[in-house]
């Protein structure tokens, strides 16, 4: 972050990168709930041994917070360890509110906020609290979301793609109506090293894991996977210019499902459209 104190005048700029880290951390595992009157609060509560990034939220808030720990029993185990962030500020609520925190449940109805933002910072911070970054039992690296929002789900896909070039259909699980948008090897060795870079705000654990992705590389003999063509701007000028995908396939070398699908995301500014030249 600038060399600056926080200030309630900056509180939240989603182009600031630590700002966009928290907000889509606080979005997955924040909890904003109402009282009586203008009284609420914002907590987050984790496990003691992330209590970091807390202290970091903490830090970076220009209000009155605190962070506490207890320990309770759990259906996991006899005694867990938690850290938990607390914010009683109204007007610090207020902001976070009009970006898209709700108040209450949220699991369905969160969504990336509108406006401009630090894509990758924030679906890192979505990732740190409710997603996955490891190796399978394989050895295979590996990044994941488990998410009931469409809005998030689509948004990391986006993203994913843009970086990766791995194309990802969403489909709801039919067991808890959950999205579970998956990405391994080479795809996740790219999309990590995307959202973890050298001093990211980020969970420390998180972090070393996507770094040591770099030294994996796909055993010998194990099939290549398969990599998508990205666009070029040169081949965006064409497809518009011809505006029809059959004609575009036989001069680009594309299928037309390729081709079809590339100038509907121009079309509905999915993607940007070519610069002048």
């Known amino acids: 972050m600038a060399d600056c104190e926080p200030n309630a005048r900056h509180f939240m700029d989603l182009m600031v990168p630590e700002y966009a880290y928290m907000f889509g951390f606080l979005q997955a595992d924040g909890h904003l709930s109402k009282g009586a009157g203008q009284k609420g609060r914002l907590t987050v509560e984790i496990g003691a041994r992330d209590v970091e990034v807390l202290r970091a939220f903490q830090r970076l808030t220009p209000y009155y917070s605190s962070v506490t720990e207890r320990t309770r029993s759990t259906n996991f185990a006899a005694t867990h360890t938690a850290a938990v962030w607390s914010v009683c500020s109204l007007e610090a609520r207020t902001t976070l509110n009009k970006l898209g925190l709700p108040y209450g449940s949220k699991s369905k109805t969160i969504a990336p906020p509108n406006g401009e933002f630090s894509r990758r910072d924030y679906l890192r911070g979505v990732i740190d609290a409710d997603g996955s970054v490891g190796l399978t039992s394989k050895g295979f690296p590996f990044v994941s979301l488990a998410t009931a929002s469409t809005a998030i789900a689509s948004c990391l896909r986006d993203y994913s793609r843009d970086v990766t070039g791995a194309?990802?259909?969403?489909?709801?699980?039919?067991?808890?109506?959950?999205?579970?948008?998956?990405?391994?090897?080479?795809?996740?060795?790219?999309?990590?090293?995307?959202?973890?870079?050298?001093?990211?705000?980020?969970?420390?654990?998180?972090?070393?894991?996507?770094?040591?992705?770099?030294?994996?590389?796909?055993?010998?003999?194990?099939?290549?996977?398969?990599?998508?063509?990205?666009?070029?701007?040169?081949?965006?000028?064409?497809?518009?210019?011809?505006?029809?995908?059959?004609?575009?396939?036989?001069?680009?070398?594309?299928?037309?499902?390729?081709?079809?699908?590339?100038?509907?995301?121009l079309r509905n500014g999915k993607v940007p459209m070519p610069g002048d030249q």
């Open 167 to 265: 194309e990802r259909s969403l489909k709801r699980n039919a067991r808890d109506e959950i999205y579970n948008v998956l990405y391994m090897m080479e795809a996740a060795q790219r999309l990590a090293t995307s959202l973890y870079y050298p001093g990211c705000l980020s969970l420390e654990r998180k972090r070393a894991v996507a770094e040591s992705f770099s030294t994996w590389a796909r055993p010998s003999g194990m099939r290549a996977a398969h990599t998508s063509r990205r666009w070029t701007e040169p081949e965006d000028r064409v497809l518009l210019k011809l505006n029809s995908p059959m004609a575009a396939s036989e001069v680009l070398g594309r299928t037309t499902q390729s081709c079809n699908l590339r100038l509907w995301r």
